[in-house]
């Protein structure tokens, strides 16, 4: 038997009462029957906590929530006293070796490692749970039942399962409706050539899927081809054998792009983003690492827009050489900054740990001489409150890996962008930063970080004149039409309501 908590009606209560907040329109999951959703995230902090916001959105609309859970980068249960939890088990073998160079090809391979080791455990614990609901329901009458598994699209064989046992799946995509078109045109793409990539291709235009070039597709080279390319069908398959997938993107940003799937992946595609501003779940209750809000007091203390953030997510990484590479462009570009340098940014280091228990990681070291030469303008943190960041007033620029969260969050801030993508889905969201809605430029793209090219990069971001007044311009405009999206009568709204309601038909 799996202990999941009390479903009893006193610990979630019924609905008919007058909408929270995020009951726009007033739709909830109110009825003859009490709906359960069950959420299942992939083990990583940016997938953790879109899954997490939606659980919180969905939460708000009426629906009970259970989720289930790896003991890797397992969640802070005290964080979500509504929520059920189930952990499910994983062999440590499957777990990835720490100090790994090559952060891109372990993080593949553990996604499918997780996906092998969670089937079983995760059939038993489900089915446990199924028996034990219909059970209750019998003895007591209760109407709490399970409406549908909401898990991320890299977890396909737990969909798989899901399915096997009677339960309605949904698909979260954590990326970008541009990232899951290329992804199901990924085959056709190989087969026409551009993949694995010749050196002398890299900047020759994608042309069935622009504005991609070929250095922005995820596989470019052979040793990387067929994994990637298993690890992208998985994803399309999840996606087209489930009931619908909830994107985190909004009309905004992607309205041709959200066109294209709907016309073509044959399921309901909702797009319900930014799941950040629309969900009352906040971030920080998600978060696998402790922030530092003392730099918040730091920021208040500066002058508008003069602030540097620099924050390259919880997996992407960096030589050692570029460290020093990017701690001497920030210090030689003058400006105040605010530096995320977690444990592990630098291939070959322990990473952060979620875990209390274990001794923190040391941090990378920064090159002789470079607090000497920002002090006074400048604060490394371990991990930051990146939200309030960037909506802080003093934040002038975002240097970024480019990762889709983070995209939307500096998006819905206002904020431009130095793109500096590494791996999967960043190059082709800094190609949109860049050449669509030109709110950011890349820094590098495929290259070495050198201290010339950084100090050039945020100049021109930050600094005065035509290129940085019309990255602010653009990126103000932007973020007035995100807010437009997010309006109660607007798409994102809409598109919630329409997926509360898919999930009452299921």
């Given at each position: 038997m799996v202990s999941t908590g009390k479903w009893a009606a006193t610990t979630h209560p019924r609905l008919h009462k007058k909408p929270s907040m995020g009951s726009i329109g007033g739709h909830t999951a109110t009825g003859d029957r009490r709906r359960r959703v069950l959420f299942f995230p992939l083990p990583y902090q940016g997938h953790i906590n879109p899954m997490f916001q939606l659980a919180g959105l969905l939460h708000s609309r009426g629906f009970a929530v259970t989720v289930f859970h790896t003991d890797f980068n397992a969640p802070d249960k005290s964080r979500h006293p509504a929520y059920d939890f189930v952990p499910v088990p994983v062999v440590s073998d499957c777990l990835p070796p720490e100090g790994s160079s090559d952060?891109?090809?372990?993080?593949?391979?553990?996604?499918?490692?997780?996906?092998?080791?969670?089937?079983?455990?995760?059939?038993?614990?489900?089915?446990?749970?199924?028996?034990?609901?219909?059970?209750?329901?019998?003895?007591?009458?209760?109407?709490?039942?399970?409406?549908?598994?909401?898990?991320?699209?890299?977890?396909?064989?737990?969909?798989?399962?899901?399915?096997?046992?009677g339960v309605p799946t949904l698909v979260l995509r954590t990326g970008s409706a541009a990232g899951l078109r290329m992804f199901a045109a990924f085959p056709v793409l190989s087969d026409k050539g551009y993949q694995p990539a010749q050196e002398s291709q890299l900047e020759a235009p994608v042309r069935e899927l622009p504005p991609y070039r070929v250095r922005d597709l995820p596989s470019t080279t052979v040793a990387y081809h067929g994994v990637i390319s298993e690890v992208i069908s998985r994803i399309v398959t999840a996606v087209t054998t489930s009931s619908g997938v909830i994107l985190n993107t909004?009309?905004?940003?992607?309205?041709?792009?959200?066109?294209?799937?709907?016309?073509?992946?044959?399921?309901?595609?909702?797009?319900?983003?930014?799941?950040?501003?629309?969900?009352?779940?906040?971030?920080?209750?998600?978060?696998?690492?402790?922030?530092?809000?003392?730099?918040?007091?730091?920021?208040?203390?500066?002058?508008?827009?003069?602030?540097?953030?620099?924050?390259?997510?919880?997996?992407?990484?960096?030589?050692?050489?570029?460290?020093?590479?990017?701690?001497?462009?920030?210090?030689?570009?003058?400006?105040?900054?605010?530096?995320?340098?977690?444990?592990?940014?630098?291939?070959?280091?322990?990473?952060?740990?979620?875990?209390?228990?274990?001794?923190?990681?040391?941090?990378?070291?920064?090159?002789?001489?470079?607090?000497?030469?920002?002090?006074g303008r400048g604060v490394v943190v371990r991990w930051a409150p990146q939200e309030e960041v960037l909506e802080h007033p003093a934040v002038g620029a975002f240097w970024t890996h480019c990762g889709w969260n983070s995209t939307l969050e500096s998006v819905c801030a206002g904020v431009p962008i130095m793109a500096r993508p590494c791996f999967g889905d960043q190059m082709g969201n800094a190609r949109y930063v860049e050449d669509v809605w030109r709110t950011g430029l890349t820094l590098v793209d495929g290259e070495e970080i050198v201290r010339g090219k950084v100090e050039a990069a945020v100049a021109a971001v930050m600094g005065p004149g035509e290129s940085g007044d019309g990255l602010r311009r653009r990126a103000r405009e932007l973020k007035s039409s995100a807010a437009e999206c997010m309006a109660e009568d607007g798409s994102s709204w809409t598109s919630v309501d329409k997926l509360v309601e898919h999930i009452l038909t299921l």
């Open positions: 952060a891109f090809q372990v993080t593949v391979q553990h996604i499918l490692a997780v996906n092998r080791a969670c089937e079983a455990p995760f059939r038993e614990r489900l089915a446990a749970l199924l028996s034990s609901s219909e059970s209750e329901q019998q003895a007591q009458q209760e109407d709490d039942d399970v409406a549908c598994l909401v898990a991320d699209a890299h977890l396909l064989t737990l969909l798989d399962v899901a399915r096997g046992l909004m009309d905004a940003l992607e309205s041709g792009e959200l066109a294209s799937l709907r016309r073509d992946l044959g399921v309901p595609v909702f797009d319900i983003g930014p799941l950040h501003k629309l969900s009352p779940a906040a971030s920080s209750t998600s978060s696998l690492l402790l922030q530092d809000r003392g730099c918040l007091e730091w920021l208040d203390a500066q002058a508008p827009a003069s602030v540097l953030y620099v924050s390259f997510g919880s997996l992407a990484s960096m030589s050692a050489a570029e460290l020093v590479e990017t701690a001497w462009g920030i210090a030689n570009s003058g400006h105040p900054f605010l530096w995320v340098l977690r444990p592990g940014l630098v291939r070959g280091t322990p990473p952060s740990s979620s875990s209390s228990e274990a001794p923190a990681p040391v941090l990378p070291a920064l090159p002789d001489g470079f607090d000497a030469a920002t002090r």
